[in-house]
């Protein structure tokens, strides 16, 4: 099992900044990927950024691109999402979750999008950007 843990949404202006953070807990962090997805009113949970077990390689959304940047720090068992140049469109929850992954491993870039690749769910932090 992991635990995951979600932290750092709120209302922000458009143009602003925001960091997410999400700790895990449970089993090895090393040996998932980790990932963040948001769901808006009414519409389907999407992909937005993952980051693989090592770190060594970084997914975005297109929409993301250029905008935000997933890390993860191994020590502290926490990944973040720093978000820049915030649109009201960003607004959702942010969910992070974890998908199997690890030392001798490699998968493609399709398996860190999907949404179904990931086992472990937090609860989601409400990001809310105003106009």
């Known amino acids: 099992q992991v635990q995951l843990v979600e932290s750092g949404g709120g209302l922000v202006q458009a143009g602003g900044s925001l960091r997410l953070s999400c700790t895990a807990s449970g089993r090895t962090f090393s040996s998932y990927a980790m990932g963040w997805f948001r769901q808006a009113p009414g519409k389907e949970r999407e992909f937005v950024a993952a980051?693989?077990?090592?770190?060594?390689?970084?997914y975005y959304a297109d929409s993301m691109k250029g905008r935000f940047t997933i890390s993860r720090d191994g020590l502290k068992k926490t990944i973040y999402l720093e978000m820049n140049s915030l649109k009201p469109d960003d607004t959702a929850a942010y969910y992070c979750?974890?998908?199997?992954?690890?030392?001798?491993?490699?998968?493609?870039?399709?398996?860190?999008?999907?949404?179904?690749?990931?086992?472990?769910w937090g609860q989601g932090t409400q990001v809310t950007v105003s106009s």
């Open positions: 979750a974890a998908a199997p992954d690890g030392h001798g491993t490699y998968f493609s870039g399709t398996y860190y999008r999907t949404i179904t690749s990931y086992e472990y």
């Open positions: 980051v693989s077990w090592s770190g060594g390689r970084t």
